[in-house]
């Protein structure tokens, strides 16, 4: 069974620009979280959706991120404009059930904003 | 609200040693707990869960973790380290009301292992 995809791997860019990060969740999976993972620290929730809606975006900060989940499956994490602040590892994160639900990783997207 | 505090941030131990590490969960309903194991450059992998069923949890490579109502805690442990299980810990709680489904982590602890 294929894990959680995330791509890319790595991405710097240059702080103002816009930067787009894609996840593919396991197969059948029907809630997709979006972490945000700053250095030396655990992962933090940006966004949980159940199927095609955004259930849990308390913690996104609106005025510059944005994600969808068309079709309910593949999702993508938008930041405009980027931010010195922003640079991180942004985590995908797939499961089958809420609560007790195992949450499956991707490698994450490491992000350097210069 | 739940919050996870893992005591202290590094922790070394020599191999064949054992292994332990901190984890305090506040809760004001019966906790998920969770481990996960981050080796470098590479996401999280689940090491155990305890969803209120057994209290010692048993996991992958080895581990296991006990989970003590009485102290909030649900420390990871591991008889004997091997070179292998250098990497970074998180512990995690989730469920309760008001946060289903969202994991909340601890800072994470970093284990190394010395020859």
């Known amino acids: 069974e294929a894990g959680v995809v995330q791509s890319p791997r790595y991405k710097i860019i240059e702080k103002k620009q816009p930067v787009a990060f894609w996840c593919n969740p396991i197969?059948?999976?029907?809630?997709l979280y979006w972490y945000r993972q700053n250095l030396g620290q655990g992962p933090e929730l940006l966004i949980r959706?159940?199927?095609?809606?955004?259930?849990?975006d308390s913690q996104l900060p609106k005025d510059r991120f944005s994600a969808e989940r068309l079709k309910g499956v593949d999702s993508t994490l938008k930041i405009q404009p980027a931010e010195l602040g922003d640079s991180a590892v942004y985590l995908c994160?797939?499961?089958?059930?809420?609560?007790?639900?195992?949450?499956?990783f991707g490698p994450g997207t490491r992000l350097l904003v210069l | 609200a739940q919050s996870v505090t893992q005591l202290g941030s590094h922790v070394s131990v020599s191999e064949g040693a054992l292994v332990l590490l901190r984890c305090n969960y506040s809760?004001?309903?019966?906790?998920?707990l969770f481990w996960y194991v981050q080796y470098p450059n590479q996401g999280l992998q689940l090491l155990l869960k305890y969803t209120s069923a057994a209290t010692l949890v048993k996991g992958i490579n080895g581990f296991e973790a006990e989970f003590k109502k009485s102290e909030t805690s649900f420390h990871l442990t591991k008889p004997s380290a091997h070179m292998s299980d250098a990497a970074e810990y998180f512990c995690?709680?989730?469920?309760?009301?008001?946060?289903?489904?969202?994991?909340?982590f601890g800072q994470g602890t970093t284990l190394q292992v010395k020859p």
């Open positions: 809760s004001s309903v019966p906790p998920y």
């Open positions: 994160a797939s499961s089958a059930a809420q609560v007790a639900g195992t949450q499956y």
């Open positions: 995690a709680v989730s469920g309760g009301s008001g946060n289903t489904g969202k994991l909340i």
């Open positions: 197969s059948g999976h029907n809630t």
């Open positions: 959706y159940e199927n095609e809606e955004a259930v849990d």
